[in-house]
């Protein structure tokens, strides 16, 4: 019998849209109260009396805020590739972030270097940092924010390579461990061209000095 033709695949299903997360300070502060309450602290004590509509509003406006602005809006205006542009890369380091933990809600802070290669469009400077926020300010991983930031710069700026390298002090880690107050923690991820390793990714770490890593 003649082989048979292979069926033709069928398009996967997008995935579904992340569902907007729109923050109710009210809601908050009432929950951080019962958790006061419930730990077996004094609301009437003179420091306390503020903490849940504070702590609500740091978190409203300092943690979850990332949850209600997309890569596109954080990358802002973006402009034509130089013409004459040969693969050569764009690298910002030592930008710095917070975040919060999803395991634990403990903080971890730290410095994030973002590189990619120009495709059709390249973006002001400073708009890469606020990108890394965008992510930061949700409840996420370190390893997740490192693919996230590099998947959207590919995807918004049409880069064939980028990359995002995470180093950060993980206070789940520094005050739950013993002994282990001085880790550092490290996450990187790669996209397009600089998945593989090769010269571009060589030349790469030569531009962080390898402050991450050595021999990558």
Excluded at 55 to 84: H, Q, S
Aim: hydrophobic share 40%; glycine share 8%.
């Amino acid at each position: 019998m003649p082989p048979s033709r292979s069926r033709r695949r069928a398009p996967a299903a997008k995935a579904p849209a992340p569902r907007a997360v729109r923050p109710d300070p009210a809601g908050m502060a009432r929950a951080v109260r019962d958790f006061l309450t419930a730990a077996g602290l004094d609301l009437q004590d003179v420091n306390l009396l503020d903490t849940p509509t504070r702590v609500a509003d740091v978190w409203a406006n300092g943690f979850l805020d990332g949850y209600g602005r997309t890569p596109e809006e954080a990358l802002g205006k973006t402009y034509p590739a130089p013409a004459d542009s040969s693969g050569e890369l764009v690298v910002v380091t030592d930008l710095r972030f917070h975040s919060m933990c999803p395991h634990h809600l403990l903080p971890f802070t730290g410095r994030a270097h973002v590189a990619y290669v120009p495709g059709s469009r390249v973006v002001g400077f400073g708009r890469i940092g606020a990108l890394v926020d965008v992510f930061a300010h949700r409840l996420i991983l370190q390893e997740d924010l490192a693919r996230q930031v590099a998947r959207s710069l590919a995807r918004v700026l049409d880069s064939p390579a980028t990359a995002c390298i995470l180093e950060a002090e993980q206070a789940c880690l520094r005050l739950r461990a013993d002994h282990q107050r001085d880790a550092v923690t490290h996450a990187e991820a790669y996209e397009g061209r600089l998945r593989r390793d090769g010269p571009l990714r060589r030349e790469l770490w030569a531009r962080l000095g390898a402050r991450t890593g050595a021999g990558r």
